[in-house]
């Protein structure tokens, strides 16, 4: 580019500068209940139950949820409130806890799942149900991140919500469900049975979470999950004439499963921005400062100088593009046997706003081999909250509350969970759990040595209730 356009082009860019973000102020009123819920006591008893529920073992499959709803239901009695454990087969069981408010605004949903993914003990530090807490205060276990943390987080809240009696202007509904990690047949089973009586007008669930040193050392950035990708699950299926090993004949089943998957691999899709990521990136910006800070806060030097690097990162191209990721392959098992029927398995991820049907379309017109069919295993759209919300602004500011080289903003999850469900009931659903991880420990989700540090716990716990306070909870006394 020539020099006079390049200045042009940077002077314009210069005046459209995204903002700070105005996340709010939390009532004053209200100060004397997040106050309650601030200090050593609240977190110690926080990281001790988190150990006993970390104990009970929910692995799916099987799940075994019921004992996870039994332990939360004991805490929650304890504190006087009641609650309905319903299961979509035997052992499988959701809870559902509820505190009423005078109705003068929707309810106010805190979600989690109870079940967690298997973990080979031989790979760990720890036995992954041991609830083990060590030396440094750590408390290891599958789902301290993934997501019983969370969970016990959203139970302490309602629980401390009646411990304090505070006067709620809404509903607060926790909900606790089995099955998210494999068939999302627990929240199937809620929303078909009981959303009428639910029918929350935010919820807060899993999807985004703060990581240190993500984009600069020193910095945490807290990312609040309001969109997730849409799915759509491919075999992808060659067929050709059956044949002997020995002889290569062109246009077999194996060669044109090649054939496709090398056009597929070659596709090269182009960046969409997200306006989720460029609102993010802005507030990156504002914090670093300096030259990176002035390319950041601004949309135009934003695609010219961080699309690249965005696009190299798996983490944030995954944000940028609908991805074909070819997850599995079957056929024959005989090596000298040519089939006439060979797979692949493709696991697709779209943007907001593109449909399952129209890259269907698009694969099918790429690879053009009439003896190449594709057949759906499963396929939902993406969806998107708006982030102009009074619970994602509450959510957001506590984050980052007193914390230095901290930032909070939206973002757009690779990977679904319930909200998917949840978002076309007219649900803002907003992914967030309040903990500040390493990469290194948020390995542990689904790998090995999950675990979280009792800073978090206490701090998530504060960030969470405070939230709750601040958009639920009346004056009082
Ligand atoms: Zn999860």
Known sequence: MRRGLLLLALLASACATLPRADLGTSPPELAHWRDAVNGPDAGAEAVQLLSGYLQVNTANPPGNETLGAQYLAGLLQKAGISSEITEFAPG??????????????????LLSHIDVVPAEAKNWAQPPFSGYIDDHGVIWGRGALDMKGMGLLETLTLIWLKRLNVPLKRDVVLLAVADEEVDNRGMQHIVAKYWPQIDCSQVVNEGGMGIRDAMAPGQTIFAISVAEKGLLWLKMIAHGKAGHGSTPIPGRAPDRLLDALAKIRARHPEAVWQASTRETLAQVGHDVGGVTGYVLTRP????????????????????????????????????????????????????????????????VKLVDDKQVRFEVLYQAEANASTWDDPFYRALARHAIAGKHNAVVGPVLSPGFTDSLRLRPLGVRAYGFVPFATTQDETGGMHGENERVSSENVRDGLRVLFSAVVDVAALPGR
């Open 300 to 363: 135009t030097l934003q695609d010219w100088l961080a699309e690249g690097q965005l696009m190299q990162n798996p983490g944030t191209r995954a944000a940028m593009i609908d991805t074909v990721n070819v997850t599995g392959f079957g056929g024959a098992e005989e090596p000298n046997v040519v089939p006439a029927e060979v797979w692949a398995q493709l696991d697709c991820r779209l943007l907001p706003g593109h449909k399952p049907a129209e890259l269907l379309a698009e694969l």
């Open 92 to 109: 499988r069981g959701s809870l559902i806890a509820r505190l009423k408010g005078d109705g003068s605004e929707k309810p106010l949903c």
